[in-house]
């Protein structure tokens, strides 16, 4: 049974820093393109960073300060955030690319 739990959400001001798990049971992340979403109410869901063999890749909204990463050895992937803005403010999913599940989600929430 596949399980996605995004976790490492919360509360930060300007600039600061989170660090997003995603812990995937069901099935083997190392053999997945793994993705990070986000969502704020109203909007569409928005790719913000993916990770494959070939390497990574991000939206243009976060290029240079979100690291998307994968260990293997605890089937999790992760997206470092850094110097984070108000506009990051949203729920962030992960998903494996060609899984149709979603886990719940973590809310991130920028503000002074």
């Known amino acids: 049974q596949v399980q996605l739990v995004e976790s490492g959400g919360g509360f930060v001001q300007p600039g600061g820093s989170l660090r997003l798990s995603c812990a995937a049971s069901?099935?083997?992340?190392?053999?997945?393109?793994m993705r990070w979403y986000r969502q704020v109410p109203g909007k569409e869901r928005e790719l913000v960073a993916s990770?494959?063999?070939?390497?990574?890749s991000y939206s243009d909204s976060v290029k240079g300060r979100f690291t998307i990463s994968r260990d293997n050895g605890k089937n999790t992937v992760y997206l470092q955030m850094n110097s984070l803005k108000l506009e990051d403010t949203a729920v962030y999913y992960c998903?494996?690319?060609?899984?149709?599940?979603w886990g719940q989600g973590t809310q991130v929430t920028v503000s002074s």
């Open positions: 990770i494959g063999s070939g390497g990574d």
């Open positions: 998903k494996a690319a060609t899984i149709s599940y």
């Open positions: 069901g099935f083997t992340v190392r053999y997945y393109v």
